[in-house]
């Protein structure tokens, strides 16, 4: 019993230790500026992304003979979800900092 005792107090100690240590990697790298300038990108590449996608597909349809813009309006479709959401991450992440 008092081995068991020992060694979850141990265990808890590493994790606390290993939580500061993240925490202050975190706060090291996402600094206002850092988390400013990727939330920028990401909400503009995103909402780029979006226009240039749908342009893409309209090409497409008059083009009938074109394959390029059918798999990029698609790539660029896709891509701007996954953008616009890391870009209001970071955008979460300058709140935070305040």
């Given at each position: 019993m008092v081995t068991t005792n020992s060694t979850s107090r141990r265990l808890a100690q590493s994790t606390d230790q290993t939580r500061m240590r993240r925490?202050?990697?975190?706060?090291?790298?996402?600094?206002?500026?850092?988390?400013?300038?990727?939330?920028?990108?990401?909400?503009?590449?995103?909402?780029?992304?979006?226009?240039?996608?749908?342009?893409?597909?309209?090409?497409?349809?008059?083009?009938?003979?074109?394959?390029?813009?059918s798999q990029v309006g698609t790539v660029l479709l896709i891509i701007a979800i996954p953008m616009i959401l890391l870009g209001s991450v970071f955008l979460d992440e300058i709140d935070l900092r305040k």
């Amino acid at each position: 019993m008092v081995t068991t005792n020992s060694t979850s107090r141990r265990l808890a100690q590493s994790t606390d230790q290993t939580r500061m240590r993240r925490r202050g990697l975190r706060k090291a790298l996402l600094t206002p500026l850092v988390c400013s300038v990727m939330a920028s990108i990401g909400m503009f590449g995103g909402i780029s992304a979006l226009f240039a996608g749908a342009m893409c597909v309209v090409f497409h349809g008059v083009l009938k003979q074109d394959i390029l813009f059918s798999q990029v309006g698609t790539v660029l479709l896709i891509i701007a979800i996954p953008m616009i959401l890391l870009g209001s991450v970071f955008l979460d992440e300058i709140d935070l900092r305040k």
